[in-house]
């Protein structure tokens, strides 16, 4: 941004200087510099907020030839004194405009300083309080895999809302030994507080903390119980983010992807501290962003608002990439890139625990059955989500396979959905309803999984840690509850047990 800074005042200074000789009059070369720079600075953004016309050259043109009229209709002007009282409040708009941003960038600081530490600790106060030595994989302390395909139903739920026959994929499974557990649901039918109840094994009916509702699910899942105790245990926690996810203050490694290949990031609370937004003069907080932990090239963002946008491409290729930029959440190549990176977590020497999201089945479609990329489909036909849902078995299939290859020791794999689909779906009250999702789950030899029945995900981590590690964690009871506003109010809900439980 400094570098940016530099170079504009260099070239403003010496536009002012070239303008001052050529016309003699300091007041009307500075009044001329200040319509060019307006036409200059605002171009792009105009175009992008309020017009967006279909040729960018057509209305770079426009511009150009605006300011050339008011410039040339100025130059006429003979009269000095019509410059110079035009410079007062042409000063006083720049101060204005330098004055705006930065009391809302000072004010906005205070606010979240205010707020933020106490909120971070309202949704996951840390319990790791020394530093606990790493152990390394081994029999008593296996890699522990929580693989999360989006949106993937049970084979019952496939064959009778879709007609379509998914035992193939869950042989499969069983001949890699994994157990299929056929009636597993989820306690809730959206992503962030299915995952946050099953992290934490407890169900999610409140906001304790400042933080939206969504962004305190996010952190409650990047911060987990679960993570919590095995890193205790000496485990290394990986937490692969997918795009919805937030990284993780307690994780060893957050990773991404990007062209460039893997990429990692380091967090810790005061980075999280300062990305606690609310929304202005209202107090009420708003949904972290996203791509708050990543630099952006600010030259990048500033050319994309001036007449350089016409040659954004030219100017991106010589002065800036996105090679270190995290793929867009639904983009084919992060679930490809995951899939094939969850290899090198197999051969590290260190007991693992990594958390593994893939937008995958979820749409929109992006594949063919055979692995073709295509354009997004946002609204797909049932042939368009089987279709891919071949390809996606496959890949999930591959992965698995280089898990066990690259191991060891014989890891846990949790192959377990976040909840089911809504193609075909059953529906309640006009509302869907998607609690049949898919489970599967391997254990090393020496270890069984005794899956009771009704079974949700809000006891698949006391279990598998009672079973791996001798704990005693009590089960919860099973409870199905339904948003009524969806991600609006995730915490308006219905218990609808005695509707979709599977006893």
Known sequence: MLASLAVMLVASTFALLLTNALLRNRHKAAFLLAIASIGFSLSGHLYTQVFMPKSLFVWTLMVLAFATVVIGAVCRSRKRKIFAALTLPLNLVSLALLASPGITIVSGHVYMSSFAKISAANVSPSVIQEDIPKVNDSATHPDIYYIIPDSYPS???????????????????????????????????????????????????????????????????????????????????????????????????????????????????????????????????????????????????????????????????????????????????????????????????????????????????????????????????????????????????????????????????????????THGHSSFGGRYIHFDAYAAYYLPDGFSLDIPQPYTFINSFPLLLNEVFATDYELQDDRLMEHLAGYGAPFLQADVTDQFLHK
């Open 155 to 421: 084979d019952s739920w496939l064959e009778e809302a879709m007609g379509y026959d998914n035992s193939a994929f869950t042989q499969a499974l069983r001949d890699r030994g994994f157990t299929v557990a056929e009636q597993a649901q989820s306690n809730y039918g959206s992503s962030f507080t299915s995952l946050a109840s099953t992290l934490n094994m407890r169900y999610f009916d409140s906001n304790p903390s400042q933080l939206s509702d969504l962004d305190f699910l996010r952190l409650s899942i990047a911060e987990s119980e679960v993570a919590k105790q095995l890193k205790q245990l000496g485990y290394t926690y990986i937490h692969v983010l997918s795009g919805l996810l937030l990284p993780s203050s307690i994780a060893d490694i957050n990773r991404d992807q990007a062209p460039a290949g893997p990429i990692d990031i380091k967090v810790d609370d005061s980075d999280f501290d300062a990305a606690i937004l609310f929304h202005p003069g209202t107090g009420v907080p708003r949904m972290l962003d996203r791509g708050f932990l990543y630099k952006q090239s600010f030259f990048s963002l500033y050319h994309d608002t001036t007449w350089l946008r016409l040659i954004k491409s030219q100017l991106d290729k010589l002065f800036y990439t996105d090679e270190f930029m995290p793929y867009h959440v639904y983009a084919p190549e992060r679930f490809l890139d995951t899939v094939a990176d969850i290899a090198s977590f197999a051969s590290m020497p260190e007991a693992t625990f990594a958390i593994v999201h893939l937008l995958k089945p979820h749409g929109p479609i992006v594949f063919t059955e055979n692995g073709d990329t295509i354009t997004a489909i946002t609204i797909p036909s049932p042939e368009d989500h089987l279709s891919e849902l071949k390809f996606v078995n496959a890949k999930f299939l591959q992965m698995i396979d280089a898990i066990l290859e690259n191991s060891q020791h014989q890891p846990v794999i949790i192959f377990q959905a976040d909840h089911g689909s």
